[in-house]
Protein backbone atom coordinates (compact mmCIF):
# COMPACT_ATOMS: atom_id res chain seq x y z
CA UNK A 1 0.00 0.00 0.00
CA UNK A 2 1.38 2.94 -1.07
CA UNK A 3 1.46 6.15 1.63
CA UNK A 4 2.60 9.46 2.24
CA UNK A 5 3.84 10.13 5.59
CA UNK A 6 4.68 13.60 6.73
CA UNK A 7 6.06 15.10 9.93
CA UNK A 8 7.05 18.05 11.32
CA UNK A 9 5.33 21.08 12.00
CA UNK A 10 3.88 22.67 16.09
CA UNK A 11 3.73 25.95 17.46
CA UNK A 12 6.79 28.46 16.67
CA UNK A 13 6.69 32.37 17.02
CA UNK A 14 6.63 34.59 14.07
CA UNK A 15 10.52 34.62 12.49
CA UNK A 16 11.28 31.31 13.06
CA UNK A 17 11.91 28.05 11.56
CA UNK A 18 10.09 24.81 10.90
CA UNK A 19 11.00 21.56 8.92
CA UNK A 20 8.04 19.14 7.08
CA UNK A 21 8.96 16.03 6.02
CA UNK A 22 7.06 13.57 3.73
CA UNK A 23 8.25 10.50 2.90
CA UNK A 24 6.48 7.82 0.46
CA UNK A 25 6.45 4.40 1.38
CA UNK A 26 5.25 1.15 -0.24
CA UNK A 27 5.97 -0.25 -3.62
CA UNK A 28 5.89 1.64 -6.58
CA UNK A 29 8.09 2.53 -9.80
CA UNK A 30 8.60 6.06 -9.16
CA UNK A 31 7.26 9.25 -8.27
CA UNK A 32 6.53 11.30 -11.32
CA UNK A 33 5.90 15.23 -8.68
CA UNK A 34 5.76 16.06 -5.36
CA UNK A 35 5.08 18.96 -3.54
CA UNK A 36 3.75 20.82 -0.44
CA UNK A 37 0.07 22.15 -0.58
CA UNK A 38 -1.50 24.49 2.91
CA UNK A 39 -4.94 24.59 3.47
CA UNK A 40 -5.78 27.78 6.57
CA UNK A 41 -9.33 28.13 7.73
CA UNK A 42 -11.97 29.08 5.52
CA UNK A 43 -9.12 28.83 2.63
CA UNK A 44 -8.82 26.95 -0.24
CA UNK A 45 -6.07 24.57 -0.74
CA UNK A 46 -3.20 26.20 -2.39
CA UNK A 47 -0.11 25.47 -3.68
CA UNK A 48 2.76 26.34 -1.62
CA UNK A 49 6.17 24.53 -3.49
CA UNK A 50 6.42 21.34 -5.57
CA UNK A 51 8.87 19.42 -7.83
CA UNK A 52 7.78 18.92 -11.26
CA UNK A 53 8.12 16.11 -13.28
CA UNK A 54 10.86 17.50 -14.86
CA UNK A 55 12.94 18.46 -11.79
CA UNK A 56 12.16 21.68 -11.52
CA UNK A 57 10.87 23.44 -8.37
CA UNK A 58 7.74 26.53 -8.50
CA UNK A 59 6.98 28.52 -5.14
CA UNK A 60 4.05 30.22 -3.87
CA UNK A 61 5.15 34.17 -4.10
CA UNK A 62 3.97 34.46 -0.38
CA UNK A 63 6.79 32.20 0.37
CA UNK A 64 9.32 32.49 -2.16
CA UNK A 65 12.57 33.77 -0.75
CA UNK A 66 11.59 32.02 3.13
CA UNK A 67 11.02 28.36 2.30
CA UNK A 68 12.85 25.58 0.46
CA UNK A 69 11.15 22.68 -1.06
CA UNK A 70 14.02 19.45 -1.41
CA UNK A 71 14.50 15.98 -1.68
CA UNK A 72 16.23 12.79 -1.06
CA UNK A 73 15.46 10.58 -4.02
CA UNK A 74 17.32 7.20 -1.94
CA UNK A 75 14.73 8.53 1.16
CA UNK A 76 11.59 8.74 -1.41
CA UNK A 77 11.51 11.94 1.24
CA UNK A 78 11.14 15.89 0.56
CA UNK A 79 11.32 18.59 2.41
CA UNK A 80 10.01 21.84 3.44
CA UNK A 81 12.03 24.10 4.89
CA UNK A 82 9.88 27.40 6.69
CA UNK A 83 12.19 30.22 7.65
CA UNK A 84 11.04 33.78 8.70
CA UNK A 85 7.30 32.31 9.50
CA UNK A 86 4.38 34.90 9.74
CA UNK A 87 1.00 34.24 11.40
CA UNK A 88 -0.34 33.85 7.96
CA UNK A 89 1.37 31.09 7.22
CA UNK A 90 -0.69 28.97 9.77
CA UNK A 91 -2.11 26.04 7.96
CA UNK A 92 -2.14 22.45 8.00
CA UNK A 93 0.20 21.51 5.66
CA UNK A 94 -0.15 18.44 3.28
CA UNK A 95 2.36 16.58 0.94
CA UNK A 96 1.17 15.82 -2.35
CA UNK A 97 2.96 13.46 -4.86
CA UNK A 98 1.93 11.47 -8.34
CA UNK A 99 3.03 8.04 -7.96
CA UNK A 100 3.32 5.61 -10.78
CA UNK A 101 2.31 2.37 -9.47
CA UNK A 102 3.38 -1.48 -10.08
CA UNK A 103 0.57 -1.21 -12.68
CA UNK A 104 2.14 1.62 -14.87
CA UNK A 105 -0.76 3.84 -13.65
CA UNK A 106 0.11 7.17 -11.92
CA UNK A 107 -1.92 8.40 -9.14
CA UNK A 108 -2.11 11.17 -6.81
CA UNK A 109 -1.85 10.64 -3.21
CA UNK A 110 -1.94 12.74 -0.28
CA UNK A 111 -0.13 13.06 3.26
CA UNK A 112 -2.53 13.18 6.62
CA UNK A 113 -2.26 16.83 6.90
CA UNK A 114 0.91 18.73 9.69
CA UNK A 115 -0.55 21.47 11.48
CA UNK A 116 1.68 24.60 11.48
CA UNK A 117 0.87 27.43 13.47
CA UNK A 118 2.65 30.83 14.14
CA UNK A 119 2.08 33.19 16.86
CA UNK A 120 2.43 36.56 16.43
Known amino acids: QVQLVESGGGLVQAGGSLRLSCAASGSFLSINAMGWYRQAPGKQRELVAG???????NYADSVKGRFTISRDNAKRTVYLQMNSLKSEDTAVYYC??????????????WGQGAQVTVSS
Open 51 to 57: FTSGGST
Open 96 to 109: NAAIVRLSGVTYAY
